[in-house]
């Protein structure tokens, strides 16, 4: 499905870009209207916020980069069969966090983080 497929995780990234871009602007017109300390300040302190913030989501952010990798790849796409650690199924759907499989022996649906997929997954099927 992707990101694209998903509204909420689109309306996210959306909301995410328009806070960074509005942020950043701020930072130039205050620069501009003779504040560059502040400015300074203020950017100094939104990237020790941030770094702390990525530190926290580190486990989340590892899982979504994985994401994008998986999304990008033309081969792990909805149908194909694939094998990981010790499992082994049939893709359902790729999405930024995680990704789901479904069993070949029992049927299952198996629901994984893509950090754990991406490093190490086998194609099966070669189409």
């Known amino acids: 499905m992707g990101i694209a497929g998903n509204p909420a995780e689109r309306r ?14 701020s930072l130039v017109a205050l620069s501009l209207l003779g504040f560059q300390q502040l ?14 913030v990525a530190y926290a989501l580190r486990d989340a952010l590892s899982e979504v980069i994985a ?9 792990f796409v909805q ?13 359902r759907d790729v999405g ?22 991406e490093p190490r997954w086998t194609l099966h099927d070669e189409r």
Do not use: C, K, M, P
Not at 12 to 22: D, K, N, Y
């Open 12 to 25: 996210f990234l959306e909301v995410a870009l328009r806070v960074v871009l509005w942020f950043g602007s």
């Open 79 to 91: 149908g194909r069969r694939v094998s990981t650690d010790d499992r082994t199924g049939t893709i």
């Open 96 to 117: 930024l966090r995680r990704t789901t499989l479904r069993d070949e022996e029992t049927d299952a649906v198996i629901i994984i983080a893509n950090n754990r997929i």
């Open 67 to 75: 994401g994008v990798y998986l999304i990008q790849d033309d081969r």
């Open 39 to 52: 400015a300074t300040a203020l950017g100094t302190a939104s990237g020790f916020l941030a770094l702390a």
